[in-house]
């Protein structure tokens, strides 16, 4: 294999793992947000805050020349998966 391919694929591998342990963070938070609504009687799903975060995707895809449709699809599974964790 190429020298620099493997290279790239390396320097791949580190970012995707840099990835995993941010959204291994977010889901943290996540557990700590889900104990605060049920402590407050909140709902796990709040459909304002989705629309904020949804709005905030569409910038994101921008700023960093993204597909909006991908940011949204990423961002719709993290939330799918949040969901679960406050649950």
């Given at each position: 294999m190429n020298f620099e391919l493997a290279s790239l694929r390396s320097e791949i591998d580190q970012?995707?793992?840099?990835?995993w342990?941010?959204?291994?963070?977010?889901?943290?938070?996540v557990r700590q947000i889900g104990?605060?609504?049920r402590q407050?009687?909140?709902q796990v799903v709040q459909p304002k805050r989705w629309q904020q975060v949804m709005q905030?995707?569409?910038a994101v895809a921008e700023k960093y020349g993204l597909s909006e449709t991908m940011v949204s699809?990423?961002?719709e599974a993290i939330?799918?998966?949040s969901v679960g964790i406050e649950s």
């Open positions: 970012l995707d793992e840099q990835l342990e941010i959204i291994g963070k977010r889901a943290d938070v104990d605060w609504k407050h009687g909140e905030h995707c569409q699809e990423v961002m939330h799918k998966e």
